[in-house]
C-alpha cells in the first residue's frame, strides 16, 4: 500500500532577517496544510514553525523522507513564510535570479531542491511541494501589495543578511553540483505556488493563497490538481487581482501526476 509522508513549515520572522516585517498567518498556513494531510492519511512530524524551521532541520527532514518513500509513495512538502530572489549563481533561470525559502536562519535556494534534494528520492515517488510565499512560481516585479503586506524580504535586507553569512553561503553553493552535473530527479515533481516569480504573495490571518486552497479543498471535490488549481486561482485573483497562482510544469523523469486527485495517497 502506498505510504504518504508530510512536512510543514510555517516562518513568520527571524533575527536571521532582522528588516524584514512579522508575518501574521504563515504559523496558521501550516497548521492547517497539516490538518489536510492528517485528514488525508499522510505522516510525518507536526508542523515545523518559527525558530525550529532552522535550514538543517528542513533539509535532514526532507532526505529522511527521500531515503524512507518508494515507488508509488509521495511525500508532501509545504512552506508558508517570506521568499526572495538572489542572482542567479549560474545561468539556469530564464529570469537569472535563484528563487529562495526564507527559513528561520538561512534561506532554502531552489538550486539546492532541484539539484541536490529532489535528486534523492527514488523513480516513481511523487514529490507535492505548495509554496506560499513571494516569488514563489518556480522555487521548485509587479509590486502592489493591495493592501495586505507582502511575504517578501526587501532587497536590503537580503543583501545584509547575506553579507552577514558570506562564508555560510559561500560553502552552501560550492558544494551544489553544476546544474549539467546534478544527479537527474527520478521523483516525479510539483509545485503549486502562491504566485509568479515576480509578484508577491499577500499575507493575512491566513495567505492569500493558503486562505483560498483551504476554502476550495472544505467546499468541494476534485478529480485533477489541474481543476483544483483552476478554482483556487479564481479566488486568489478575486480577492487579489495582481497576484496569479502557478501550477508549475512536472519536474522529473517519473509519471506526470498533476491529473490526479489533489492529496490523494
Not at 5 to 29: M, Q, R, T
Not at 60 to 66: K, L, S
Not at 181 to 204: F, H, N, T, W
Request: aromatic share 6%.
Amino acid at each position: 500500500m502506498a505510504k504518504g509522508i508530510s512536512l510543514h513549515v510555517g516562518v513568520k520572522g527571524s533575527p536571521a532577517f532582522p528588516s524584514a516585517p512579522i508575518l501574521n498567518g504563515c504559523e496558521n498556513d501550516a497548521k492547517e496544510m497539516h490538518r489536510i494531510a492528517r485528514c488525508q492519511n499522510f505522516t510525518g512530524p507536526e508542523p515545523i514553525l518559527g525558530g525550529n524551521a532552522k535550514y538543517k532541520r528542513i533539509v535532514t527532514e526532507i532526505e529522511n523522507a527521500a531515503a524512507e518513500l518508494v515507488k508509488g509513495d509521495i511525500f508532501l512538502f509545504t512552506f508558508a513564510g517570506h521568499g526572495s530572489g538572489e542572482p542567479d549563481s549560474e545561468p539556469d533561470e530564464p529570469d537569472s535570479q535563484d528563487e529562495t525559502l526564507v527559513l528561520f536562519d538561512h534561506m532554502l535556494y531552489d538550486d539546492v531542491l532541484g539539484r541536490c534534494l529532489w535528486p534523492k528520492f527514488k523513480c516513481g515517488v511523487r514529490v507535492l511541494m505548495v509554496a506560499d510565499s513571494c516569488h514563489s512560481g518556480s522555487v521548485s516585479t509587479l509590486r502592489s501589495t493591495g493592501g495586505l503586506q507582502a511575504r517578501e524580504i526587501s532587497e536590503d535586507t537580503r543583501r545584509q543578511h547575506v553579507a552577514a553569512h558570506r562564508d555560510c553561503y559561500k560553502k552552501m553553493l560550492s558544494n551544489l553540483p553544476a546544474a549539467a552535473a546534478a544527479d537527474p530527479i527520478q521523483a516525479s515533481v510539483l509545485l503549486l505556488a502562491a504566485c509568479r516569480d515576480d509578484e508577491e504573495a499577500g499575507d493575512g490571518p491566513h495567505g492569500v493563497f493558503t486562505e483560498a486552497l483551504i476554502h476550495v479543498w472544505d467546499g468541494g471535490d476534485f478529480s485533477t490538481y489541474r481543476d483544483f488549481m483552476t478554482a483556487i486561482k479564481s479566488a486568489v485573483t478575486s480577492a487579489r487581482p495582481q497576484q496569479h497562482p502557478v501550477l508549475s510544469p512536472p519536474l522529473g523523469s517519473g509519471p506526470e501526476f498533476s491529473g490526479q486527485h489533489p492529496f490523494a495517497i
